[in-house]
């Protein structure tokens, strides 16, 4: 089946999932969208020992040691200044992919997974815990790179059929790196006192592999066509993908995107930002990417171990409960990949805000009910495995695909760079503020998440279409009739004479 052609019965392309499509997607993915995912939890079982180590050499430097709120923000820093690090790395994404190509910036880039491993993992032989906040810097910026090249890469070698499957493929590993992180930080495992460097320098192991293998794989075609303007590489590289398909329909559909962009360059972030024409797309790539930081997924996978204690979980057990959610993630996440070109992306983005701001609101009642209703502690940790697994459903990959396929070649990496930044960005936000959050506002402190979860499920559903089996060209004429649509409704034009449909755009110029 994976040979299959790629044109069919009524003239337009499509495409079967061959074992070369399969082999990037799971490289590409496994040496950096796993490290993602692992980032984010690695610091959650050890917490306590890298506060002790933090203490320990602050008392030999300077004879005294830390107070607790000190230590507090020690600790938020060293969680938080990953997400530093990746906002510079989405900053920077739009050079490297002109520059090296989706291909060679995922090479290239692992060197820093390699110089972040080392200085985390000698951080305690050394005495240095400004090691460790540098380290988680240093593998930050890989994560901002990475984070938006890999679904840039899938996005444009997987024909459309198949882009939403491949486009989820990352978010699948970013689950799958929160539980490996959660399985090598049990006690029986890497969890003890002195393995805690070993545990936070293993992200090299993936990142080995991947510059192992990855340099055998072709660039992305459409980079090689639109961007290089080199037909022979191009063919090359969609034979490797396609195999023994037809590919003359593809060729022809990069070539006619590649004619309407003959006079227009790659832009930057602040053309893009002028560009009146994709408003609409902008607005919405802002939109999905701050919102799935935001809706507070990042505090359950930062702090999990504290919010179960806070819950009311034995200490003895909150080990093997954080393992339990890891395992919901990796199935919701299948869940979600295998079901996104039969049911959209759509109903995924707001079926999965949605249910995480019932259960970020189920968590607030359950604390407070708790002392009066000792069940509760169940039901609010069933509210923290709901929001893992509605975020790993559709919110956490989602949002990357549709940056990918929002935009023509001219206006995507500058894309990737906005919804990369402000994805960063609110990760920063929260990660370091939570701790203080839930300090001062208690159980309330989810109901933030709950009213952001919400927004961004309503605004789904009112303003973004389908982009399910469509090309990158009739995406983009979508979204020109939304902003035709939206400026006739401005001037009062009357009903009848521009009716709308249920996406925003106008029923005329779809007919055509």
Avoid at 84 to 109: A, D, E, N
Wanted: charged fraction near 15%; include cysteine.
């Amino acid at each position: 089946m994976a040979e299959e052609a790629l044109i069919d019965s009524s003239g337009k392309i499509s495409g079967h999932l061959t074992k070369s499509l399969l082999a990037v997607a799971f490289l590409s993915s496994f040496g950096s969208s796993l490290l993602y995912g692992y980032n984010l939890a690695v610091v959650n079982s050890p917490a306590d020992y890298i506060k002790a180590f933090y203490n320990s050499t602050q008392v030999r430097r300077h004879g005294v040691g830390l107070d607790e709120q000190t230590l507090t923000v020690m600790y938020s820093v060293t969680v938080s200044i990953f997400a530093i690090g990746g906002l510079l790395g989405s900053f920077m994404v739009g050079v490297l992919v002109g520059r090296f190509g989706r291909k060679g910036t995922l090479v290239y880039s692992t060197v820093l997974v390699f110089i972040g491993g080392a200085l985390m993992g000698s951080s305690r032989l050394c005495g240095s815990p400004e090691m460790i906040i540098v380290g988680r810097f240093i593998t930050g910026i890989h994560s901002g790179i990475s984070l938006s090249v890999v679904p840039m890469y899938l996005g444009e070698i997987a024909p459309k059929n198949l882009r939403g499957f491949l486009g989820l493929v990352p978010s699948i590993f970013i689950c799958i790196g929160v539980f490996m992180a959660q399985i090598l930080g049990l006690h029986e495992l890497l969890g003890k006192e002195e393995y805690w460097p070993l545990f936070l320098s293993l992200v090299v192991v993936p990142t080995f592999f991947q510059l192992l293998l990855l340099p055998w794989f072709p660039e992305s075609p459409r980079y090689l066509l639109i961007e290089k303007r080199n037909i022979h590489a191009t063919i090359t590289a969609l034979k490797w993908y396609r195999r023994k398909s037809n590919i003359q329909a593809e060729v022809e559909e990069m070539q006619e995107e590649q004619r309407s962009l003959c006079s227009v360059q790659t832009l930057s972030v602040l053309e893009l930002l002028r560009d009146r024409s994709v408003r609409w797309q902008v607005l919405t790539v802002m939109v999905v990417n701050a919102g799935m930081q935001l809706s507070g997924i990042d505090a359950i996978w930062f702090y999990t171990n504290d919010i179960f204690e806070n819950s009311g979980i034995p200490p003895s057990q909150i080990q093997y409960t954080t393992v339990g959610t890891g395992a919901i993630e990796v199935i919701a996440g299948l869940v979600g990949c295998f079901t996104i070109e039969r049911v959209g992306r759509r109903p995924l983005m707001i079926g999965g805000f949605t249910f995480m701001g019932i259960c970020c609101a189920g968590i607030t009642l359950s604390l407070i009910l708790q002392v009066h209703m000792p069940f509760m502690h169940y039901i609010s940790v069933a509210c923290v495995v709901g929001i893992i697994a509605g975020f790993c459903i559709g919110p956490a990959g989602v949002p990357f695909l549709m940056t990918g396929e929002l935009f023509k070649q001219s206006h995507r990496p500058a894309a990737f760079i906005v919804g990369g930044s402000l994805n960063w960005m609110s990760n920063f936000l929260v990660g370091f503020i939570f701790p203080f959050l839930q300090m001062s506002a208690g159980a309330f402190c989810y109901l933030v998440f709950f009213g952001v979860s919400m927004g961004v499920a309503a605004y789904v559903y009112y303003f973004i279409p389908e982009t399910r089996n469509k090309t990158f060209v009739e995406i983009s004429q979508m979204f020109c009739s939304k902003d035709n649509a939206m400026e006739i409704h401005a001037l009062g034009v009357s009903a009848h004479s521009s009716k709308m449909n249920g996406y925003g755009t106008l029923e005329e110029d779809l007919e055509k």
